[in-house]
């Protein structure tokens, strides 16, 4: 086997691996909140690129938000699951869909606790009303960390930069 037909196998493998490894990535389904860090493993700043890497690209796109945002759910046609929105490329916000089971705070916090849980743990949280739901946002110095409450319930978690609202 001549040299080029061996660089030519090694880069078919390098690029196989990689393919292999997005195709299999998907948001987590036992994503972790770690409040002004990170949700699911995606941080406030991220390229487009590293969020494929991290969840892959089977996502839907929104057709009708204000920034680009992709959908990411368990199955077709069904609400769980996560979603990112993008500001000049980077990620502006990522937040769960409907309250998709397995996901939790760094704290222990689950989604479907009751409201008076949110606030025993994260008592700095402000209250901000939303069309329908409650925000309890935790400011952050490079992302706010948001508790989307419905009827006394914990339906899901929001990362976002500082300058966006907890209510889209």
């Given at each position: 086997m001549g040299t080029r037909t061996a660089r030519a196998l090694a880069t078919a493998a390098v690029v196989a691996l990689a393919l292999s490894a997005a195709a299999t990535a998907a948001p987590p389904q036992r994503g972790v909140l770690v409040p002004g860090v990170a949700l699911g493993g995606i941080h406030v700043g991220m390229s487009k690129q590293s969020v494929q890497r991290a969840w892959g690209t089977r996502f839907g796109r929104c057709r009708s938000c204000l920034h680009e945002t992709w959908y990411f759910n368990y199955k077709p046609f069904a609400p769980q699951g996560a979603?990112?929105?993008?500001?000049?490329?980077?990620?502006?916000?990522?937040l769960t869909i409907w309250q998709p089971e397995g996901w939790r705070t760094s704290r222990g916090l689950t989604l479907g606790?009751?409201?008076?849980?949110?606030?025993?743990?994260?008592?700095a949280a402000l209250r901000e009303s939303c069309s329908g739901y409650s925000a309890l946002v935790l400011l952050g110095q490079r992302a706010d960390s948001v508790f989307y409450v419905r009827d006394g319930e914990l339906w899901g978690f929001g990362l976002m930069r500082p300058?966006?609202?907890?209510c889209p």
């Open positions: 979603a990112v929105a993008f500001k000049g490329g980077r990620v502006s916000t990522v606790a009751a409201e008076s849980q949110v606030t025993r743990l994260y008592p300058d966006s609202s907890p």
